[in-house]
């Protein structure tokens, strides 16, 4: 008996151990990001939506995405004018290229071109939104 | 089984399990994509430069490849670009910073695969490899010379071989020996006294003698190495062995690479570099001006007549995304530097910018400390490594420079 309790002490000290090994060298776990891509912006003015026009997005390319802005009972947004901001978080560095809006596609669809993700991990792309409804701001996540 | 045995079973499998997971041979699925992805196999066909129609011509490329050995271009005949970009030691020169007609405040880049990068030199001041070269003929302390000069040179030695690939050259008589908006006091003024034309038409030779470099220069490949026969094994499923096969301690230091130690954030794809700019904190070398890296090198590619945009690219509109798209200001890109690419970096002292370290040991030391930047703020988490595991990352460095 007192071999069998030794040996079950030894096994969760090793399970404790190996588990902090394997998630990650017992780095701090991260919050829970909400990576939708669509969602109302900050104060409510509008609903934005956001999809690459090609997927997967591939690292280290420039690529557009299409921004669909409309208001919160789903009538679209016209002549909006964005301001593009972003980068990662954890490394303390911006977006590696400076997207623009280049193109109203009308219905209140718009092309951003220049996005470019230089590495895996977790990025924020920013926009403020400014039309006729009001001036707002909305932030997505994304993780390659 | 007995109690007994299970139990020694149990320990048996975790101990097994925790061994596999700290050095072992297997890798889990994510950590296979990730070795995929650094492996040459995943690097794609060279990207086109539609700024320069003469890019993948080999006739250009063969002249650009005479120019780049040429020490007529230069003030004194006595530098090319082969002066630090030295053909057996991965086209760089060893040095912390090139030495040419003087010295410079950074070091050689070298050159194999550059023609990946959307941006050249450190800073990224020039944004296609014909434009990169044209800018060390001109600079006092490495080539010295003229446009004028050049345009000179090659009429006297080359002017069939140019004539070839690019038509005739313009009528020089005339034009002084030494003329160019970058020269010394004297040359600049005796390029202004030339008429807009003739500058237009020497402007114009000397943007092809840089589409000519360029060529050849797009032409330097990266060569395989250990790393890569290892990633083509694990990726078919078969055993690293003979010249593909690591040791324990380089697969624990390629471990740690794409894991712990964070290198593959930025050191990722198969030249081992994201192509981007980050402030990593690396000291100023004393004595030389202050260098706020990518912060001026932005703006200097904006005023470079040889830009994507520029009247002697052969750009379309649409051409120039990573030009038109560039970051242009921001407390990021102050004391940012180019990510080099690691492979070879091994076999190739000093490190950084300025050659600020000595030894891959200093580079890891930097690393792990993450001292405050100098100016602008550096990305770096610190990091703890123990001795055992920095050799096992420099062991692992040493499997992409061989």
Same mark, same amino acid.
């Given at each position: 008996m007192k071999f069998k309790w030794l040996y079950l002490i030894g096994l969760a000290a090793l399970l404790a151990l190996g588990s902090y090994f394997l998630s990650d060298m017992g780095m701090k776990p991260k919050p829970e990001l909400d990576l939708s891509r669509s969602r109302a912006s900050e104060n409510g003015v509008y609903v934005v939506a956001v999809a690459p026009e090609a997927e997967p997005i591939k690292l280290g390319e420039l690529h557009s995405w299409i921004v669909t802005v409309q208001t919160p009972d789903g009538m679209a947004v016209e002549d909006a004018s964005f301001e593009v901001d972003g980068g990662m978080p954890d490394h303390n560095h911006g977006l590696p290229t400076s997207p623009?809006?280049?193109?109203?596609?009308?219905?209140g669809r718009y092309r951003l071109e220049g996005v470019k993700f230089s590495m895996t991990g977790w990025w924020e792309l920013s926009f403020d939104i400014s039309a006729a409804p009001g001036s707002d701001s909305v932030t997505f996540n994304m993780v390659l | 089984m007995s109690g007994r045995g299970l139990s020694v079973f149990a320990v048996l499998a975790v101990l097994g399990g925790i061994l596999s997971g700290c050095g072992g041979e297997e890798f889990s699925e994510a950590d296979k994509a990730t070795i995929a992805s650094l492996s040459l196999a995943s690097l794609p066909a060279?990207?086109? =430069?539609? &700024?320069?129609?003469?890019?993948?011509?080999a006739a250009a490329a063969a002249f650009g490849a005479t120019l780049f050995f040429e020490?007529?271009?230069s003030r004194d005949g006595d530098?090319?670009?082969?002066?630090?970009?030295l053909i057996d030691r991965q086209f760089q020169d060893d040095l912390p910073r090139a030495k040419a007609v003087g010295l410079n405040n950074r070091r050689t880049m070298p050159l194999?695969?550059?023609?990946?990068?959307?941006w050249q030199f450190w800073d990224g001041r020039r944004d296609s490899l014909w434009s990169q070269a044209l800018t060390p003929l001109e600079e006092p302390v490495e080539h010295a010379g003229t446009r004028a000069g050049y345009a000179h040179v090659i009429a006297q030695h080359f002017a069939d071989r140019y004539a070839r690939i690019f038509g005739p050259l313009p =009528?020089? &008589?005339?034009?002084?020996?030494r003329a160019g908006p970058r020269g010394t006091p004297e040359e600049a003024a005796a390029w202004q006294k030339l008429d807009a034309g003739k500058r237009r038409e020497i402007d114009q030779v000397f943007a092809n003698l840089g589409k000519a470099m360029g060529a050849f220069v797009r032409s330097i490949e990266l060569p395989e190495t250990r790393f890569d026969r290892f990633a083509a094994a694990l990726a078919a499923g078969e055993r690293p062995e003979g010249d593909a096969a690591l040791s324990p301690d380089e697969i624990a230091g390629l471990r740690l690479f794409i894991g712990?130690?964070?290198?593959?954030?930025?050191?990722?794809g198969p030249r081992f570099t994201d192509d981007g700019f980050h402030n990593t904190g690396v000291p100023v070398v004393d004595g030389l001006p202050e260098d706020l890296g990518r912060q001026s090198g932005v703006l200097q590619v904006a005023e470079?007549?040889?830009?994507?945009?520029?009247?002697?690219?052969?750009?379309?509109?649409?051409?120039c995304g990573e030009f038109r798209f560039r970051?242009?200001?921001?407390?990021?890109?102050?004391r940012a530097y180019k990510t080099p690419s690691l492979r070879g970096a091994a076999a190739?002292?000093?490190?950084m910018h300025s050659g600020q370290f000595a030894t891959l040991d200093a580079v890891v030391d930097h690393y792990a400390t993450a001292p405050a930047a100098p100016a602008g703020q550096s990305e770096l988490h610190p990091l703890t490594l123990s001795e055992r595991e920095r050799k096992q990352l420099i062991a692992f460095l040493g499997t992409i420079s061989e």
């Open positions: 623009k809006v280049t193109e109203n596609l009308g219905d | 060279v990207p086109t =430069d539609p &700024s320069n129609r003469y890019a993948d011509d020490q007529r271009m530098v090319s670009c082969a002066t630090c970009h194999a695969g550059v023609a990946y990068s959307p =009528d020089l &008589s005339g034009v002084p020996e712990k130690a964070n290198c593959a954030t930025c050191h990722n470079d007549p040889f830009n994507c945009e520029g009247a002697f690219s052969d750009a379309g509109p649409d051409d970051v242009r200001e921001g407390p990021h890109l102050v190739r002292p000093p490190y």
